[in-house]
């Protein structure tokens, strides 16, 4: 069935260095992969998505990369900023979009 | 920018009584979805709708639970006997012509809250 797994479940880094958020998938017939920044009290947003013919895609400071071979997708912030801080979700359809469990995200000025 | 919109926003209930969540999807979407989020955890699946009917559920939406799109606009979820842990954030969601899961954004509401006492 479909299962996402997320990790870290926190991460924490200093304003202006990188953050790395992965996750893995068990369902090999998934062929789309959003993350969804949610602020405090906020509805989950759109920030990026990936979709299975392709490898990475990228948005300013914000990137995703996908390796259906291991079943894993990444989501890379740089040049992190205090508003980066919230709760990001990473999600994978096949039959239905589900989503992982979270990782909250503190940037530190 | 078109949204979906959802009420109440926050509501309380009794353990027992039944509740109906409303959500007015984006206009021109097709497919709608209602999530769950209890507290600090993760955004979970509950159903998806598509032609009048429910596409896909998952094992949290049993038989306490049904969506109806009683007119052309709006979309709802009934907890017909609503138990303590049934309190949650719901959140409802939809996207364009093609499923969530083919690729097409999904859109969520700002959520009601239910607390169930």
């Known amino acids: 069935g479909e299962n996402v797994e997320q990790h870290p479940s926190t991460l924490s880094v200093q304003e202006g260095d990188s953050a790395v958020i992965k996750c893995t998938y068990s369902?090999?017939?998934?062929?789309?992969f959003p993350w969804y920044k949610q602020e405090l009290g906020k509805r989950p947003q759109l920030i990026i998505d990936?979709?299975?013919?392709?490898g990475e895609k990228k948005d300013q400071r914000i990137a995703v990369t996908l390796n259906k071979t291991a079943k894993h997708f990444s989501l890379h912030i740089t040049e992190t900023q205090p508003e980066d801080s919230a709760v990001y979700f990473c999600g994978q359809g096949a039959q239905k979009l589900v989503f992982g469990q979270g990782t909250r995200l503190t940037i530190n000025p | 920018e078109p949204e979906v919109t959802q009420t109440p926003s926050h509501q309380v209930t009794q353990m027992g009584q039944e509740v109906i969540l409303r959500c007015v999807p984006i206009s021109n979407h097709l497919y709608f979805y209602w999530y769950r989020q209890i507290l600090g955890q993760k955004v979970e699946f509950l159903v998806s709708?598509?032609?009048?009917?429910?596409?896909?559920k998952s094992e949290i939406f049993d038989d306490q639970f049904s969506v109806e799109r009683p007119d052309g606009s709006n979309f709802t979820l009934k907890i017909r006997s609503t138990k303590l842990e049934d309190s949650a954030m719901y959140f409802c969601?939809?996207?364009?012509?093609?499923?969530?899961?083919?690729?097409?954004?999904?859109?969520f509401g700002e959520g009601s809250w239910l607390t169930v006492v």
């Open positions: 990936i979709r299975s013919n392709v």
């Open positions: 369902d090999s017939a998934s062929n789309y």
């Open positions: 709708f598509y032609n009048n009917e429910i596409s896909e």
């Open positions: 969601a939809s996207s364009g012509r093609r499923a969530a899961f083919s690729g097409n954004t999904i859109y």
